[in-house]
Every structure is written in C-alpha cells, then in structure tokens.
C-alpha cells in the first residue's frame, strides 16, 4: 500500500561532519528501519575539532519544505532540533500546527552537554512559552532540564520535581537526562514521567569517551522513529536508551577530536 512504510521527519539542522543534527537523526531513523525525510533549517559548517560557519534557512523555504511533504508523505512522527531564533522557532510551530505529522519530539537544543548555552534568552522564551507545550516528548539534558525548570538538581528529588514542572509546560511525556559530568561515575540515569502518570528511571553505563558527538540527537530520533512505528511509549522511550548507550559505547575512529557514536552497532543490538 501507498506511503504504508513508517516515515519519520526530523526539523534540523545540517551538520557537514555527519556527526550531529539532522545527519545524526537520518543515520538512526535508518539504523531503526524508518524512512527519515527532513525539513533543514540551517546548514553548519564544522568538523571535529569545532562549528566555524552557520547559515539559517530562510522561513519562506522551510515553509516550502513543510508544504512538500504534507502533499506527498505519510509522517507518523517528527522530532525538531536546534531552532536558531525565535522566528524560526514561531515558524516551525506554525507548520507543525498546520500539518499532520503525528506526535512530536522536542529536544530543546538550548545547552551543550557541557553546560554552555546555545540560545540567546529570547528564543530560549520562545520555545519554552510556544513549542515545549506542543511536545509529545521532551528530551533535555541535565543542564536543560535545569534552565527550563528553573531549579538546581542536586538530588533525584529534584529532577522528579523539575520534570514534574516541564509536563505542567504542556509536555505530555518527559524524558530528563542525567548528569555525565560526576566523578567517578558508573552509570548515566534519567527520570522518565509518562502522560500517564507512570514514571520510572532508566541507568545505563558510563562510558568514558570523547566520541559523543550527536547522542542528544540520537535518542530524540530513537524514540521518533519508534512512535512512527507504532511502538508503545514506554518502550520506545526504553530502546532509544539503550540505542544511544550502544552507540556510544563501541567508538568509531572519525575525525581528529570530538568523534561521533556509531550507529551501527546500535542497529545490531537486539530490542
């Protein structure tokens, strides 16, 4: 039957190294035997030692890209990434508003993993007053999970309170990330809150590595890929954990410096 494949879209930019960003989301919705289609909203110039250029996309053409699948393709679920600015945050939300592309991974590309903030003030206000509450799922790291909820996590307390306050946004499901930066650590944990109520923590192991690059990426399109799949939330919030954590943990020699995770072991793990 026509369009009967899952189809999955990620909204992204487009990382030339391959590592991170849109090329990150495509290689899992691959790796998760989903077709990828993809709605660029920039182009980023970089490799692994670093970002030295970025161009956004015009909104005129994003809305093109949009008005291109909505003819032609059957998205069951979509994923967005890094969003400039506000303008382009207002201008995903619109098209998303209007289209039919299923449930919707948020992964609020506000900090680095590292701490760093990405997003100027008001487009970080932008997204969390007007695409946080049209997320399905929420996906952010430590840092962000701290920036949106506005609160230190010293405890796992804390982190239970701080997604409770993202699904009061209008998150129906959070999924928030662990801390990678303690010492000594054994093992990487994140608080899940379901829609329903439910809510548990999954811990995989630490891996000390410098190959990481795209791993926020990774996990967002993991559990996109399975909702456009038809996989229950729960257990697609599961997979995409240990996805990443596979990936990560069987390094691939790319690049001089900060390498990517290797989606291809990911893909031969059994689920």
Same mark, same amino acid.
């Given at each position: 039957?026509?369009?009967?494949?899952?189809?999955?879209?990620? /909204? $992204?930019?487009? +990382?030339? +190294?391959? !590592?991170?960003?849109?090329?990150?989301?495509?290689?899992?919705?691959?790796? *998760?035997?989903?077709?990828?289609?993809? =709605? /660029?909203?920039?182009?980023?110039?970089?490799?692994?030692?670093?970002?030295?250029?970025? &161009?956004?996309?015009?909104?005129?053409?994003?809305?093109?890209?949009?008005?291109?699948?909505?003819?032609?393709?059957?998205? *069951? $679920?979509?994923?967005?990434?890094?969003?400039? +600015? !506000?303008?382009?945050?207002?201008?995903?939300?619109?098209?998303?508003?209007?289209?039919?592309?299923?449930?919707?991974? &948020? +992964?609020? &590309? /506000? @900090?680095?993993?590292?701490?760093?903030?990405?997003?100027?003030?008001?487009?970080?206000?932008?997204?969390r007053t007007k695409l946080i509450p049209l997320a399905t799922v929420l996906t952010p790291n430590f840092y962000e999970v701290q920036k949106i909820a506005e609160m230190t996590?010293? !405890?796992?307390?804390?982190?239970?309170?701080?997604?409770?306050?993202?699904?009061? @946004?209008?998150?129906?499901?959070?999924?928030?990330?662990?801390?990678?930066?303690?010492?000594?650590?054994?093992? =990487?944990?994140?608080?899940?809150?379901?829609?329903?109520?439910?809510?548990?923590?999954? !811990?995989?192991?630490?891996?000390?590595?410098? *190959?990481?690059?795209?791993?926020?990426?990774?996990?967002?399109?993991?559990?996109?890929?399975?909702?456009?799949?038809?996989?229950?939330?729960?257990?697609?919030?599961?997979?995409?954990?240990?996805?990443?954590?596979?990936?990560?943990?069987?390094?691939?020699?790319?690049?001089?410096?900060?390498?990517? /995770?290797?989606?291809?072991?990911?893909?031969?793990?059994?689920?």
């Amino acid at each position: 039957m026509l369009n009967s494949f899952p189809q999955a879209l990620t /909204i $992204a930019g487009s +990382d030339s +190294d391959g !590592s991170a960003g849109m090329q990150a989301d495509l290689h899992t919705f691959f790796a *998760r035997n989903v077709y990828g289609a993809s =709605v /660029i909203t920039a182009c980023v110039a970089g490799n692994s030692y670093g970002i030295h250029a970025s &161009v956004p996309m015009p909104t005129n053409f994003i809305d093109q890209e949009f008005a291109d699948l909505a003819d032609d393709y059957h998205i *069951r $679920a979509a994923k967005t990434g890094m969003l400039a +600015d !506000s303008e382009l945050i207002e201008d995903v939300v619109k098209n998303y508003q209007a289209a039919d592309f299923g449930p919707l991974v &948020v +992964d609020p &590309v /506000i @900090m680095t993993k590292h701490g760093n903030q990405l997003l100027e003030e008001s487009a970080f206000n932008t997204l969390r007053t007007k695409l946080i509450p049209l997320a399905t799922v929420l996906t952010p790291n430590f840092y962000e999970v701290q920036k949106i909820a506005e609160m230190t996590i010293t !405890s796992d307390d804390d982190m239970v309170a701080a997604a409770k306050k993202m699904q009061a @946004m209008g998150a129906k499901n959070v999924v928030a990330k662990g801390s990678h930066a303690e010492t000594n650590q054994q093992n =990487v944990r994140d608080y899940v809150l379901l829609e329903s109520g439910e809510s548990f923590w999954l !811990s995989e192991p630490y891996h000390e590595t410098d *190959r990481v690059n795209g791993t926020g990426d990774s996990l967002s399109a993991c559990i996109t890929a399975e909702l456009a799949k038809g996989t229950p939330m729960k257990a697609a919030i599961e997979i995409a954990k240990q996805f990443v954590n596979t990936a990560i943990g069987s390094p691939i020699e790319v690049g001089h410096k900060f390498g990517p /995770i290797n989606h291809w072991a990911a893909q031969q793990r059994e689920y």
